[in-house]
């Protein structure tokens, strides 16, 4: 047995204060003010298995020259109605909140290396070969450790993640491995996590009882963890995984307890998320939309500012029977989804109506994420809290059939209040020449390792900040096969941020 | 599970062929550290006879077994066991829950996922991981049990086998039933008098406001005990005097054997044995492990571990399948059918052969009632009252099996099906592979591939030396089963198709390898055949089945120190004369009858 990669110290912070519900009482929060403005978050929204790429562009468009930049871009607003069937109705009012890069290529792997290595999306080098590339946290994981995320000191969750998938792309690095962040898929037990400490000042003397009474529970399981640590029958082995376990019930324990330290937030006030099923409901839209209300209200109470959201993917045969579910609510009579998403990507234009419908139910997933994210934050200057983050929307691979990483579509919201320019269809393909020759697997193009750069330099990260360890050159992400797939390209462009992006 | 995605043909280099089935760079010598059967006092192979002369001799023990909790599986079996009580009805002895599970069952499936963590373990429960939402969903089902069984009435009578209406003078008598009943049933042992007085505590102060708020919280507080969360065995008694060695208590031992065997608690009737002193007995505890390998529980627990060592695919869509390629055959639903014929197929060589691993590779029986399966193996359909049928000689059995030689596209993937042998079926290490890029200078691409067949086109892709280091491992295994498609139905030839879909040509295919089957002999074989029945007589693939049997049974490895003792018996169970399947299971269940824990 081993344990997730969080550090007691992390579990202790993490739930200390938090109570957990059983039934949770919304009129048991205990309201406050609301966190004060922050221009600091970060969410990255990934999935897997590629685009259809005439489909996820918009069709037919023209970029032109600006900015002076060696980039070609195409102001949104002006683009009419949807900007394609992918990326559909949920992303049209959001238009000049939003950044679509083209022309990004992977090159911390060949263009078809490694199947479905989820290391580079956020981490720009290799998950799945822990022998060779060098290992390195992904930018999320970065960004909630940094000081200019955080100036104030992290916050009890620097960084979450949530992903009903087995896989997500989300990184720490451990034992000199890298390992997927831990992540949260129930909305009831996230909502629980993060607030349950949260004790009404309004309650009720029943209301009370009942949460001692469960809080007893707790510590009776507690204390039967305690005796056994001193049982002269355990070996020292087994001690200590009953130790690590008896710390999760102590974390669960302290939610009961009047902290002093409750979340006091105002958004929390009324009985708005007194419906969060402890169950892991069928209605997957439901429960995205679920997740995704908890998060936001994660960062409007200044409990995290950055999270990783993992949409559904199946990659292994370990994760199909969570992912199937998941792609089969999508059925209709007409179509139905019958065998993993894994599977109709491989088969792409043979399983087009299944891939199509998914990337299609996907960006809605992102799209309702924005959206969600675009209420006013700052009353005086009519910011939104998507104006005062940036969401980074990407895919795995450009094309998953066969694995292909170039032209990775990656989608952009917010501006991180003014780091980033908006509202914007950045193509880098006709500013570079842009190709990837099969057969020889040379490639020439933008390294989309350079996006990652240019998130983690708008949050103000310096490159000692966030260089990849083990990489002779510094930088971020990896460049192992430069010498033979990516004669064009040089250390120093692998660290420079993309232009037009940045203000 | 589903079909594997056989997609790694269209890749370019040798190393992404490892890559995406598993890794590989190389493999430890044909010998896997962690599940070859070893002799007493080396690192090799076992072989027949061996044993005589090692130092597992009558009363060497299993010994510790890592500490974990309750895989998911276990846990809902568990909490469903816990929850009914056996009826009888038209004299057919019935479980039937005694409260209403759809709640129950609900907040249940909001349990994390347990799984492997990567591709290279078969088994739940070999790594478990356990973070805060692990915790919080043991609690939360607990919430739900204690709210159903204090607030049932007859539930909580049938439960504890005591009425506790309202008007009870005493209610904390109903507390001492709740916890000499079920709370023995939840612990697997009857609690200590320590425990039970800390029940009655916290039953005494929650039900201050009320007897239900009493019982709620000992039932919640009991389910989330670790007795019952892990598989703890703290009960034990010091060994000759010595306290660093204890052996386990009945109650350890009826709970090790009852998971081991069927996933679950002991039933009432094992718990039952072990609180007479029965089970302290051999003879009657290995006329107890014949009783439970009876057992239905017992029967799909078992049916678990294959689908779980083979990953046999439950389910899948195989209608985008060329039409041609096809041949008019109905593939709608004939995954799952395919799955319980493989099934039956086993189910029929280990319970009514009594087989062993010799049967279940090159036996031809077969149960086919189903038309479109029985066109796949060119066979014949049996009725559904007598589907057996016997398989013509172009196959032979488990590897040949067409459940187990499906894809989702018409190529097959002879490196996927070689890693599946090599590491299921032989136990062998693949390590991760290394990213080799193969410049078309070294390596120049094949321009129309539809001029060679699948083999020769793996054979080119991985002819280079530095990936020869991992390939010769894999691709002569994966060859031998170039005579079967993704289908499953045997070939002579493979036909090849155009882009758009369209049959260009039929190509012969190859079937003759040479697949180092145990790192000794270099015997070529000339078709699946012949590879299975070199499979089947090589000890290490007997060596890997008892492993792995092991493995699913305890729930993980045991350290080394004992493990050569059980491997070694478990080995002698499966090939010695008399020996099988079945007896690969009573043996290592018997074991642990002298099962003691080392601290």
């Known amino acids: 047995m081993y344990f997730s990669n969080r550090s007691r110290r992390f579990f202790l912070q993490g739930l200390a204060g938090a109570a957990l519900a059983l039934?949770?009482?919304?009129?048991?929060?205990?309201?406050?003010?609301?966190?004060?403005?922050?221009?600091?978050?970060?969410?990255?929204?990934?999935?897997?298995?590629?685009?259809?790429?005439?489909?996820?562009?918009?069709?037919?468009?023209?970029?032109?020259?600006?900015?002076?930049?060696?980039?070609?871009?195409?102001?949104?607003?002006?683009?009419?109605?949807?900007?394609?069937?992918?990326?559909?109705?949920?992303?049209?009012p959001l238009k000049d909140k939003l950044t679509l890069l083209r022309g990004l290529d992977c090159m911390a792997l060949g263009p078809q290396e490694g199947g479905h290595d989820q290391g580079f999306t956020l981490a720009g080098t290799s998950f799945r070969d822990q022998v060779t590339s060098p290992k390195g946290k992904s930018i999320d994981v970065l960004l909630s450790e940094s000081?200019?995320?955080?100036?104030?000191?992290?916050?009890?969750?620097?960084?979450?993640?949530?992903?009903?998938?087995?896989?997500?792309?989300?990184?720490?690095?451990?034992?000199?491995?890298?390992?997927t962040s831990p992540a949260h898929a129930n909305p009831r037990a996230l909502f629980d996590l993060?607030?349950?400490?949260?004790?009404?000042?309004?309650?009720?003397?029943?209301?009370?009882?009942?949460?001692?009474?469960?809080?007893?529970?707790?510590?009776?399981?507690?204390?039967?963890?305690?005796?056994?640590?001193n049982s002269?029958?355990?070996?020292?082995?087994?001690?200590?995984?009953?130790?690590?376990?008896?710390?999760?019930?102590?974390?669960?324990?302290?939610?009961?307890?009047?902290?002093?330290?409750?979340?006091?937030?105002?958004?929390?006030?009324?009985?708005?998320?007194?419906?969060?099923?402890?169950?892991?409901?069928?209605?997957?839209?439901?429960?995205?939309?679920?997740?995704?209300?908890?998060?936001?209200?994660?960062?409007?109470?200044?409990?995290?500012?950055?999270?990783?959201?993992?949409?559904?993917?199946?990659?292994?045969?370990?994760?199909?029977?969570?992912?199937?579910?998941?792609?089969?609510?999508?059925?209709?009579?007409?179509?139905?989804?019958?065998?993993?998403?894994?599977?109709?990507?491989?088969?792409?234009?043979?399983?087009?109506?299944?891939?199509?419908?998914?990337?299609?139910?996907?960006?809605?997933?992102?799209?309702?994420?924005?959206?969600?994210?675009?209420?006013?934050?700052?009353?005086?200057?009519?910011?939104?809290?998507?104006?005062?983050?940036?969401?980074?929307?990407?895919?795995?691979?450009?094309?998953?059939?066969?694995?292909?990483?170039?032209?990775?579509?990656?989608?952009?919201?917010?501006?991180?209040?003014?780091?980033?320019?908006?509202?914007?269809?950045?193509?880098?393909?006709?500013?570079?020449?842009?190709?990837?020759?099969?057969?020889?697997?040379?490639?020439?193009?933008?390294?989309?390792?350079?996006?990652?750069?240019?998130?983690?330099?708008?949050?103000?990260?310096?490159?000692?900040?966030?260089?990849?360890?083990?990489?002779?050159?510094?930088?971020?992400?990896?460049?192992?096969?430069?010498?033979?797939?990516?004669?064009?390209?040089?250390?120093?462009?692998?660290?420079?941020?993309?232009?037009?992006?940045?203000? | 599970m589903q079909i594997p995605h056989w997609h790694a043909l269209r890749l370019g280099t040798c190393a992404l062929l490892g890559q995406l089935l598993v890794a590989c760079v190389g493999y430890v010598d044909g010998a896997d550290a962690s599940k070859q059967a070893t002799s007493p006092g080396g690192s090799g192979t076992i072989t027949p006879g061996v044993s005589g002369g090692s130092s597992c001799g009558v009363g060497a023990a299993v010994e510790t077994v890592p500490l974990r909790r309750l895989t998911n599986y276990e846990y809902t079996n568990a909490i469903r066991a816990l929850l009914s009580v056996t009826t009888l009805e038209g004299g057919v002895a019935v479980l039937r829950p005694v409260v209403d599970m759809a709640p129950i069952e609900g907040v249940m499936s909001a349990l994390p996922k347990d799984g492997p963590v990567d591709n290279l373990t078969l088994f739940d429960a070999t790594q478990l991981r356990t973070d805060d939402s692990h915790v919080l969903s043991h609690f939360q089902i607990a919430s739900q049990i204690a709210n159903s069984v204090a607030t049932d009435a007859v539930a909580f009578e049938k439960l504890t086998g005591q009425a506790c209406p309202e008007t009870s003078v005493d209610k904390s008598a109903c507390a001492k039933a709740l916890l000499s009943s079920f709370g023995a049933r939840v612990l697997r042992r009857p609690l200590s008098a320590e425990e039970q007085a800390n029940y009655l505590e916290l039953y005494r102060s929650a039900a201050a406001t009320g007897h239900a708020a009493g019982i709620k919280s000992v039932v919640a507080s009991l389910l989330n005990a670790p007795s019952f969360i892990f598989h703890l065995e703290d009960q034990g008694t010091p060994v000759a005097g010595d306290n660093k060695r204890l052996a386990l208590s009945a109650y350890e031992k009826a709970t090790r054997l009852a998971f081991a065997l069927t996933g679950s608690l002991p039933d009432a009737e094992l718990l039952a044995k072990a609180a007479s002193g029965e089970l302290d007995d051999l003879q009657a505890f290995n006329l107890e492990v014949d009783r439970l390998l009876e057992l239905p529980a017992t029967r799909a627990h078992i049916k678990r571990f294959f689908s779980q060592w083979l990953k046999i695919p439950e389910n899948g869509d195989l209608s985008a399948l060329n039409r041609d390629f096809l041949a008019g055959i109905d593939v709608a639903g004939i995954v799952p059918?395919?799955?319980?014929?493989?099934?039956?197929?086993?189910?029929?060589?280990?319970?009514?052969?009594?087989?062993?691993?010799?049967?279940?590779?090159?036996?031809?029986?077969?149960?086919?009632?189903?038309?479109?399966?029985?066109?796949?193996?060119?066979?014949?359909?049996?009725?559904?009252?007598?589907?057996?049928?016997?398989?013509?000689?172009?196959?032979?059995?488990?590897?040949?099996?067409?459940?187990?030689?499906?894809?989702?596209?018409?190529t097959t993937s002879p490196i996927a099906r070689g890693v599946r042998v090599r590491r299921h079926i032989l136990c062998d290490v693949l390590a991760p592979p290394p990213n080799i890029n193969v410049d078309e200078k070294e390596l120049a691409p094949i321009a129309d591939e539809s001029l060679y067949t699948t083999r020769q086109i793996f054979e080119h892709r991985t002819s280079l030396p530095r990936c020869q280091a991992c390939h010769v491992s894999i691709n002569g295994l994966g060859f031998g089963f170039e005579g079967y498609d993704t289908l499953g139905r045997f070939r002579s030839e493979e036909q090849k198709y155009d882009s758009a879909g369209q049959r260009v040509r039929s190509l012969p295919v190859d079937t003759r390898t040479v697949a180092n089957v145990d790192g000794a002999s270099a015997g070529e074989s000339q078709d699946a055949v012949q590879l299975s029945k070199m499979i089947a007589g090589s000890n290490k693939a007997q060596s890997c089945l008892a492993a792995q049997w092991i493995e699913y049974s305890l729930g993980s490895q045991p350290p080394e120190s004992g493990a050569s003792c059980l491997r070694e018996r478990a080995f002698t169970a499966l090939t010695g004369q008399g020996g099988g399947i079945v007896e690969l299971f009573r043996t290592t269940a018997r074991e642990i009858y002298l099962a003691e824990k080392a601290l």
């Open chain 1, 232 to 503: 002269g029958r355990i070996s020292a082995a087994d001690r200590l995984v009953l130790q690590e376990h008896m710390e999760l019930v102590r974390g669960l324990e302290r939610r009961f307890v009047d902290d002093p330290n409750a979340v006091h937030c105002a958004d929390l006030s009324g009985d708005a998320y007194s419906n969060y099923t402890n169950i892991i409901a069928k209605d997957y839209d439901q429960r995205y939309d679920q997740l995704f209300d908890v998060v936001i209200l994660a960062t409007k109470c200044g409990l995290t500012n950055v999270v990783h959201l993992g949409l559904p993917t199946s990659e292994t045969s370990n994760t199909t029977d969570v992912e199937d579910a998941i792609y089969r609510h999508l059925d209709t009579p007409d179509l139905k989804f019958n065998t993993t998403i894994h599977s109709y990507s491989h088969a792409w234009q043979g399983a087009r109506p299944q891939m199509l419908r998914a990337q299609q139910w996907l960006a809605g997933l992102a799209a309702k994420f924005m959206a969600k994210l675009n209420t006013v934050e700052n009353s005086a200057t009519g910011e939104t809290y998507l104006d005062n983050s940036l969401v980074m929307y990407v895919n795995n691979l450009s094309q998953g059939s066969s694995h292909l990483r170039y032209d990775i579509p990656v989608v952009l919201g917010g501006n991180l209040g003014g780091r980033f320019r908006s509202g914007n269809f950045l193509d880098y393909t006709t500013a570079v020449q842009h190709t990837v020759e099969n057969s020889g697997n040379k490639q020439v193009g933008v390294d989309y390792t350079r996006a990652l750069v240019t998130v983690l330099q708008g949050f103000g990260l310096s490159e000692a900040e966030y260089q990849q360890p083990g990489m002779p050159q510094g930088g971020f992400g990896s460049d192992q096969r430069s010498s033979k797939t990516h004669p064009s390209l040089t250390t120093a462009s692998r660290r420079d941020p993309l232009p037009g992006l940045l203000t």
């Open chain 1, 194 to 229: 993060l607030f349950g400490g949260g004790v009404s000042d309004a309650e009720t003397p029943e209301q009370k009882t009942e949460r001692l009474r469960q809080g007893a529970v707790v510590h009776s399981v507690f204390s039967d963890y305690q005796r056994l640590q």
């Open chain 1, 23 to 92: 039934p949770f009482l919304p009129s048991m929060i205990r309201t406050g003010q609301a966190a004060p403005v922050t221009k600091k978050r970060f969410f990255a929204i990934t999935h897997d298995h590629g685009v259809f790429e005439e489909a996820w562009f918009p069709p037919n468009y023209k970029v032109a020259k600006d900015y002076a930049l060696p980039v070609n871009q195409l102001p949104l607003s002006t683009y009419p109605g949807d900007l394609s069937s992918i990326l559909g109705a949920g992303f049209t």
């Open chain 1, 147 to 179: 000081a200019h995320v955080y100036p104030d000191g992290p916050p009890r969750f620097p960084h979450l993640s949530v992903c009903m998938s087995y896989v997500g792309h989300s990184f720490t690095v451990k034992d000199g491995k890298m390992v």
């Open chain 2, 337 to 410: 059918k395919l799955s319980a014929e493989t099934h039956d197929f086993i189910q029929h060589v280990v319970w009514q052969e009594r087989g062993g691993l010799e049967a279940l590779l090159l036996s031809r029986s077969a149960f086919i009632s189903d038309p479109s399966v029985a066109q796949l193996y060119g066979v014949n359909a049996g009725s559904a009252q007598s589907p057996q049928v016997e398989l013509n000689a172009t196959h032979a059995g488990l590897l040949t099996r067409a459940a187990l030689l499906l894809g989702s596209n018409e």
